[in-house]
C-alpha cells in the first residue's frame, strides 16, 4: 500500500490564480480530511469527506472547494489564491469511526502565494 | 470547541536524559488521543494512540499517559538521543466534524549529542 499521496510536493502560485492540490488513499478508508499547516501553527480543518458524494466543511473552509467523487480521491481546490493561503496542506485518511482507528497523513503540498 | 494547548512551546536537552512533554485539552470527552512526530519540512508520522477508556500506551523508549478527567496527555520519552529531535504534535478526537483531529500547536524537541 502507497497509502495516502499528494501531489505537487511544491507549487508556487501567483495572487488570483487557481489549482487543485490531489490527495489519494488506496487504504479503502471512508473518511478523507484536508488540514493546513502555518508556521509554528497545529494543523486546522479545511474540509472533510465521510463517504463518496458527501463533503463537509472545517474550521477554514474559506476560499476553498472539495470534492469527493471516489473513495480514493479528495481534491481541494483553491480558487483565485490569497498570500494568507501560504501554507502545508495535509491529506488524512481514517478506515471509519471506530475509536481505534489512526488517522493516516500524506507527505503534505507547500503552496507559496506571491 | 476543543482547544489543544502543548507546553513547553520548545525544549532543548542533552542526549541521555529523560523528558517530559505536555499536551492538555479543554473538552473531556474525546474518543481517542493521538501523539505524532514531525521532522522539519515533513509529513506527520503516527507515534501511538490511547483510546478514551485507556491510562497509558508504550512504545519502546515512549510512553503515553492519558487522564481524561483532568484534561491531561504526557508523552515521556527515556534515555532521549538526538534522533529524536523533532517537533511532536498532540491530537484529540471528539466526535464533530467527522472525527477530524484537533491539534495542538507542537513542542519542538531539540537532543543535543
Known amino acids: 500500500n502507497a497509502g495516502v499521496t499528494q501531489t505537487p510536493k511544491f507549487r508556487i502560485l501567483k495572487i488570483g490564480q487557481s489549482m487543485t492540490l490531489q490527495c489519494t488513499q488506496d487504504?479503502?478508508?471512508?473518511?478523507m480530511y484536508w488540514y493546513r499547516q502555518d508556521p509554528g501553527m497545529g494543523l486546522k480543518l479545511i474540509y472533510y469527506?465521510?463517504?463518496?458524494?458527501?463533503?463537509d466543511k472545517g474550521e477554514v473552509p474559506n476560499g476553498y472547494n472539495v470534492s469527493r467523487s471516489t473513495t480514493e480521491d479528495f481534491p481541494l481546490r483553491l480558487e483565485l489564491a490569497a498570500p494568507s493561503q501560504t501554507s502545508v496542506y495535509f491529506c488524512?485518511?481514517?478506515?471509519?469511526?471506530?475509536?481505534?482507528?489512526?488517522?493516516?497523513f500524506g507527505p503534505g503540498t507547500r503552496l507559496t502565494v506571491t | 470547541k476543543q482547544e489543544v494547548t502543548q507546553i513547553p512551546a520548545a525544549l532543548s536537552v542533552p542526549e541521555g536524559e529523560n523528558l517530559v512533554l505536555n499536551c492538555s485539552f479543554t473538552?473531556?470527552?474525546?474518543?481517542?488521543l493521538q501523539w505524532f512526530r514531525q521532522d522539519p519540512g515533513k509529513g506527520l508520522t503516527s507515534l501511538l494512540l490511547?483510546?478514551?477508556?485507556?491510562r497509558e500506551q508504550t512504545s519502546g523508549r515512549l510512553n503515553a499517559s492519558l487522564d481524561k478527567s483532568s484534561g491531561r496527555s504526557t508523552l515521556y520519552i527515556a534515555a532521549s538521543q538526538p534522533g529524536d529531535s523533532a517537533t511532536y504534535l498532540c491530537?484529540?478526537?471528539?466526535?464533530?466534524?467527522?472525527?477530524?483531529?484537533?491539534f495542538g500547536k507542537g513542542t519542538s524537541l531539540l537532543v543535543t549529542p
Open positions: 491530537a484529540v478526537l471528539n466526535s464533530n466534524s467527522g472525527y477530524a483531529l484537533n
Open positions: 469527506s465521510v463517504g463518496a458524494g458527501i463533503t
Open positions: 490511547i483510546q478514551s477508556s485507556q
Open positions: 473538552d473531556s470527552a474525546i474518543y481517542n
Open positions: 488524512a485518511s481514517r478506515l471509519g469511526t471506530g475509536i481505534i482507528y489512526e488517522q493516516y
Open positions: 487504504m479503502n478508508h471512508n473518511y
